[in-house]
């Protein structure tokens, strides 16, 4: 059973593992994005699911998030590590800069964010919603490997799939946001609803629309810098993943089992049977 699953997003569709197979699974929530990719990685188990399909056929707001996390936790994967496109949105944070969020801003419209409906009644704390434990371990890699890093920052996440105007670039310039992407909402709120650890490699491609000086930018610049990002996310994945897969210290799965209001015996049935892989976790 792979403990650990990476999320690829844009530019990340396929990642090498060993004796890789491919797991087709059904969720009460619809498809996943993709059959998730099953096998070793640096000598764990691990699983590789394509967030917006290996064609890049779905858009932000069309991933069903609720599907994919689902699919993992039937898998038996308690942390995901989150590979992302961003856009910079402070200076520092320029194209090729790998920043490690601590925290989120979700600006999201039209998403389904929680497992807790029809019945099921829970309220997850998001105020610390990154693993504090994987996030470090990520980070380090990355300084170790001699990438331009950043330790922590807030990742807005807005609906898409365009980009922002101008005017809302500045607007989340002023509340401090350090990137902007369109999928780790509510990719994260789930995963720690389903009690797994969640943290995110955001790879700077652009800088939003924010800055003066960047009109010019061409979209080969854009490629390239997203190609060379996803090369740098993966050897930080391939360099973390055994100490990643061991035993947990952090506090993610006990915030998740703080959640639910509802006891087991007033769950509706089929609510408790859709959401068995979670349930199975989160409620002793
Ligand atoms: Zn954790």
Not at 242 to 264: F, I, N
Request: a negative charge; proline letters at 5%; one cysteine or more.
């Amino acid at each position: 059973m792979p403990s650990t699953a990476i999320i690829g997003g844009s530019g990340l569709y396929n990642l090498e593992i060993e004796n890789a197979k491919t797991v087709k699974t059904e969720t009460p929530f619809g498809d996943p994005s993709e059959e998730i990719l099953v096998g070793k990685l640096g000598g764990v188990e691990a699983a590789f699911l394509a967030r917006h399909g290996r064609g890049h056929t779905i858009t932000p707001s069309e991933i069903n998030f609720r599907a994919n996390v689902w699919a993992l936790a039937s898998l038996g994967v308690e942390r995901v590590i989150s590979i992302s496109a961003v856009g910079g949105m402070k200076e520092e944070n320029s194209p090729g800069t790998l920043v490690f969020p601590d925290n989120f801003i979700d600006n999201t419209r039209s998403r389904r964010k929680t497992f807790y409906t029809d019945g099921f009644v829970g309220h997850i704390s998001l105020a610390h919603p990154v693993c504090p434990e994987m996030r470090r371990l990520l980070y380090e890699s990355g300084k170790r490997q001699g990438y331009d890093v950043r330790d922590g920052g807030t990742y807005i996440c807005i609906e898409g799939p365009n980009f922002s105007t101008r005017a809302e670039s500045l607007v989340y310039r002023s509340w401090d946001v350090d990137v902007i992407g369109m999928t780790n909402v509510p990719e994260m709120n789930l995963c720690r609803e389903a009690g797994m650890c969640y943290a995110t490699i955001a790879c700077v491609t652009d800088y939003d629309c924010w800055r003066e000086e960047d009109e010019g930018v061409n979209i080969d610049d854009i490629l390239r810098t997203l190609r060379e990002n996803v090369s740098k996310a993966i050897s930080i994945v391939a360099d973390t993943i055994g100490a990643v897969a061991g035993e947990r210290s952090c506090d993610c799965l006990a915030v998740s089992k703080m959640a639910p209001l509802t006891q087991l015996k007033d769950i509706p049935n089929n609510k408790k049977s859709d959401l068995e892989p979670i349930l199975r976790r989160i409620i002793s």
